[in-house]
């Protein structure tokens, strides 16, 4: 591809929670256009295969304990891509911006004077409740919904949770990287005062073919966690809620991947 521009653009990409059918037409024409994608590790086989073939593909995964490349270092190759006049997909899982260092990578761009634009993709927080039947708001049960980390004890995160604020402020809690620390969180919030017989759910590999639910109370889940060898990327989302999963719990959509 040629450009009249000698710099090129960073577009920062959603790459929704896992279903390429989730995956927004904006997105998919950017990878069809791009000349180079950068990719997280938890974005879906079926959304890597619409990239354009020609174009260069770099992962840039970063899992938990297992780093394959720096944050700075990802941002300077981002930097150094679009310098070049290269047209840059920076593919992130769910949404760039929630829990996604997309805020950081914009800000790092925009001070190398990068032009940057960000096309937002379908959290995992949403897209997993609600493909485990589980809406996030009703009429009669929940007012409001929460999104946090449960990652930030471990000094990911600044300004740090406050749990007990949490615990009070909305009726459905739905958390990002919380299943290493689910003890910890539980614990908090109960301390906080919500009662151990409130619902909860883990909802596992949300949207993609393995998906898979554990719904318990804030006693049982551990437990249910434990011998089921329930392990991350999961959302947990606590609630009342949590208790209509049943409804849907045989309509799982047909077109999942
Ligand atoms: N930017 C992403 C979140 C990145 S943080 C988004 O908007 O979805 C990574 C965390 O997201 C995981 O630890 C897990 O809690 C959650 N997650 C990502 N994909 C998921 C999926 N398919 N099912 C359930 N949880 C998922």
Redesign the pocket.
Known sequence: MTHQNPLGKVYLV?A???DPGLFTLKGKTLLEHADVVVY?A?VSDAILAMINPEAEKINAGKR?GRHSRLQGETTQLLVEKAQNSAIVVRL?????????R?GEEMGDLVAASVPVEVVP?????I??PAYAGIPLTHRNLSSSVTFV???EAVGKYRPQVNWRAIAHGSETIV?????HNLDHIIQELKSAGLSGETSIAL??????PE?QELIGSLDTIIEQMNQENFT?????VIGGVVNLHSLLNHCRPLLVN
Do not use: E, N, S
């Open positions: 959603g929704g929670p896992g997280d938890l938990r992130k899982g769910g949404d760039p911006f929630v829990f996604g997309g993709g379908i959290t995992a927080g897209a997993a980390t449960g990652h958390i990002y990287m919380g299943v909802v596992r590999w949300g949207t993609c998906q991350a990327p999961a959302v947990a």
